[in-house]
């Protein structure tokens, strides 16, 4: 088995699943127009130009492209995009939209340039997991064993150019994606699963009581609503999931209606 190189730009549980996904979608992805909105090193644009298919790639920082062989350009990810309506088959946006303050905007912008049945990957740090619920109970943090983003922290000036990009501020759960992607017609594929973390399978004696208060909800929300009924069981499925609780990663899978 290959190994995964080290990505700045990524954390290695993306490069492992997009090291599988293009390889298990080789047949699929021949000829299909990728969209990479955040390539930094060029890894991930990579595997997709191995498994045939034509990448379009974009960085904030496009200089920083060691493994890509098409170009990548400049794109302002707050700013409309530089790419033509309905005119890519799977956008990917790795590690990025936690440093955005209009992520509103990404996916209206995602929704504009795909095709109508194509496919937007994200992958950001998992909010929803036990262990960061109990660390933003605790520091209000990601991780319990870091601090929260400050105004030390908060902002960082790409070295020689005046572009900087924010640290984590804008971390969000799987719940407030799923609905950002679904006031753009980005309906909620498939969360993959990714490595699972030691201390949220440790906290999962909380289980219990979280599905209870959720099913509760459930109940009610049914109730007073029963004609969007299917909207909130989809909702109840998702924050009782095992596989996003215990998971150290969100991958999410969106096809545009």
């Known amino acids: 088995m290959t190994e995964v190189p080290e990505v700045e730009h990524s954390r290695e549980p993306t490069l492992s699943f997009f090291r599988d ?100 990957i994200l992958t950001t740090p998992n909010s ?15 991780h319990y064993g870091a601090p929260a983003p400050n105004e030390l922290n908060a902002f960082t000036t790409w070295e020689g150019s005046k572009d900087g990009y924010f640290s984590k501020l804008f971390i969000s759960g799987v719940l407030r994606l799923r609905t950002l992607a679904a006031l753009n017609q980005l309906a909620l594929k498939k969360i993959h699963p990714t490595q699972r973390s030691s201390t949220s399978a440790f906290l999962l004696f909380w289980y219990p009581v979280l599905y209870y208060f959720n099913w509760k909800s459930l109940k009610k929300q049914i109730k007073h609503d029963s004609a969007n009924a299917d909207i909130y069981r989809t909702i109840f499925k998702i924050n009782t999931s095992l596989n996003v609780l215990l998971g150290k990663h969100l991958i999410m899978e969106f096809e545009k209606e």
């Open 21 to 120: 996904y293009t390889h298990q979608q080789k047949t699929f992805l021949q000829g299909k127009i990728i969209c990479d909105l955040s390539a930094g090193r060029g890894y991930i644009a990579h595997l997709f130009e191995e498994a045939g298919a034509t990448v379009k790639a974009f960085d904030l920082f496009p200089d920083q492209n060691k493994f890509a062989k098409s170009p990548v350009c400049k794109i302002d990810l707050q700013q409309k995009f530089p790419i033509e309506d309905a005119s890519i088959d799977i956008a990917i946006c790795c590690e990025t939209i936690e440093h955005l303050p209009n992520q509103f905007f990404l996916f209206q912008e995602v929704a504009r340039i795909i095709k109508p049945g194509g496919v937007f």
């Open 128 to 142: 929803s997991s036990l262990r960061s619920r109990f660390s933003q109970f605790m520091m209000e943090s990601e």
